[in-house]
């Protein structure tokens, strides 16, 4: 199978910065798309970014020009570059990785343990 493991969440100020990393291991034959999702209480999850094999990537609205998604598919790693943070981005943003575990197989979506963000003053 596939494990997920993130890193970087944390408590920041308003128009702060932070940086999520997900390392992605295990019985990887090939990775897909990754990408980040966040929940907020009370509120249904949602997309954050995706980054494509290839490179394209899509953004939230509320995200654009404030977060940026990257991938170094050596190490099978997803990145979220946070900046300019709101009160607002306060939620558990989660890894989401589609990859297939042998050449024979569709992909599947594989999610990591979500890491707390939290924008306060």
């Known amino acids: 199978q596939v494990q997920l493991v993130e890193s970087g969440g944390g408590l920041v100020q308003p128009g702060g910065s932070l940086r999520l990393s997900c390392a992605a291991s295990?019985?990887?034959?090939?990775?897909?798309?990754m990408g980040w999702y966040r929940q907020a209480p009370g509120k249904q999850r949602e997309l954050v970014a995706t980054?494509?094999?290839?490179?394209?990537?899509d953004y939230a609205d509320s995200v654009k020009r404030r977060f940026t998604i990257s991938r170094d598919n050596a190490e099978n790693t997803v990145y979220l570059q946070m900046n300019s943070l709101k009160p607002e981005d306060t939620a558990v943003y989660y890894c989401n990785v589609e990859a297939q575990v042998s050449p024979w197989e569709t992909g599947r979506n594989f999610w990591g343990q979500g890491t707390q963000v939290t924008v306060s003053s």
């Open positions: 295990g019985s990887i034959f090939r990775v897909n798309a």
């Open positions: 980054v494509r094999a290839g490179g394209s990537t």
